[in-house]
């Protein structure tokens, strides 16, 4: 197909600001049919769920039909897609309901590579339990995190692997489909954050081994909250703390409190949206977001390979994004200047690459970055070559000062 990126950029008001996006992995805009559902979701009679009242009918069809929506993104089942606040609430949710089972010499791991949390309340809930944590190291040099690396802290004891599906700092994406295998002959489940993969790459929780598996809409067109998918199997399995009144019900068992049924209306829309992205694909929704996951990744690399050449091209720029498997994310610095005063003059130009370590502390630590980090420039499927041209040349203007 050809990426009609003139018509795509066209249905996201918010760049008719003028302003080149570079900030996907921290949120994408949102495009004018998300908005729309949003606004019609509250325009209509809305109340709590049920079968009787029109706004209860409507209630429970948005949320019936975001669950098959996003279970066709993540090839999974409905009924064990949970919404939540945030990846991080999700994160928090569950690991304190797992660390239950755990006792006194029973191991959790963790990555160096992941955001933070996918790393602190997995340490935080095995210190209450009185588990070990496992620290997962990745190769700086190379931004690898390998399937050896995982194998070294893995032992009988082991419980949970919590991995990333791809590092938003510097785009690392491991094999977590080995990674799973190796963590299941071992007896442990897993945990894996793809809020930064779900952005760039099909998900099949199936495929990727992954026991959990969080996501976050904002990353992908959508609006504000969080998602995560497993076996409804396993979810029966598990006694989160609720509301003595609240439904007992895989998923809804662990959703607490009313859902924001608005947003939840934009999530459908936003993967809707995204099964467009090729509009000569047929069939169902999984097979068209298949398509247009191709199609994505396509447009992608090639503005990848644009800034790639281009940031060769510069002078004292470090790339810190190395990983031979990686979404289209890079963290530089500069030998002679601060990113954060890059930041501040790329924003003056209107060109957004923010700097920071983006909550991925244990990852710029590890890069020898510190707290500071770089200055992160990430592509979303609304980026043109015309925005990549534009920040190329703000960059080499400020590296020349």
């Not at 921290?26 to 769920?49: E, F, K, M, Y």
């Not at 609240?246 to 999530?267: I, N």
């Not at 920071?356 to 502390?361: C, L, P, Q, V």
Request: with cysteine.
């Amino acid at each position: 197909m050809t990426y009609d990126i003139t018509a795509l950029r066209s249905q996201f008001p918010a760049l008719k600001a003028g302003i080149a996006h570079f900030d996907g992995p921290g949120g994408t805009q949102t495009p004018q049919p998300v908005i729309a559902a949003v606004a019609d979701a509250l325009s209509h009679p809305l109340s709590n769920r049920g079968h009787t009242a029109e706004g209860e009918r409507n209630a429970e069809a948005i949320v019936t039909e975001t669950r098959r929506a996003v279970a066709d993104l993540l090839d999974a089942q409905p009924s064990g897609i949970v919404f939540g606040r945030s990846a991080t609430q999700l994160v928090y949710d569950f690991s304190r309901t797992l660390a239950r089972t755990w006792s006194p010499g029973d191991e959790v791991v963790v990555t160096r590579l992941d955001h933070d949390a996918n790393i602190r309340p997995w340490v935080q809930a095995a210190a209450q339990a009185g588990a070990t944590v496992r620290w997962a190291d990745f190769t700086p040099e190379t931004g690898e995190l390998t399937v050896d690396d995982i194998r070294a802290v893995l032992s009988e004891r082991t419980r949970l692997v919590a991995v990333t599906a791809a590092s938003n700092l510097i785009g690392t994406r491991p094999a977590i489909a080995e990674i799973s295998r190796l963590a299941h002959e071992m007896g442990a489940l897993t945990f894996v954050d793809g809020v930064h993969y779900t952005a760039h790459s099909p998900v099949a929780l199936e495929q990727l081994g992954a026991d959990f598996f969080v996501c976050s809409a904002y990353k992908f067109l959508g609006p504000h909250h969080g998602v995560l998918a497993a076996r409804p199997e396993l979810l029966e399995t598990l006694r989160p703390d609720k509301l003595l009144p609240s439904t007992d019900v895989v998923p809804e068992r662990f959703e607490l409190g009313t859902l924001p049924y608005e947003f939840l209306a934009g999530t459908r829309a936003a993967v809707d949206f995204l099964a467009g992205l090729d509009p000569s694909a047929t069939g169902t929704r999984r097979q068209r977001l298949l398509a247009a996951y191709t199609a994505l990744e396509a447009h992608e690399q090639t503005l990848r390979t644009q800034l790639d050449k281009g940031i060769s091209a510069l002078p004292g720029v470090v790339v810190h994004s190395r990983a031979a498997d990686r979404t289209p994310t890079l963290l530089l610095t500069f030998e002679n200047h601060s990113t954060t005063d890059a930041y501040a003059y790329l924003a003056e130009r209107k060109v957004h690459a923010p700097s920071g370590s983006f909550y991925a502390i244990e990852a710029s630590r590890r890069l020898g970055l510190g707290d500071t980090g770089g200055l992160r420039i990430g592509l979303a499927p609304y980026n043109s070559s015309e925005d990549v041209d534009r920040l190329l040349t703000a960059l080499g203007d400020f590296l020349a000062q």
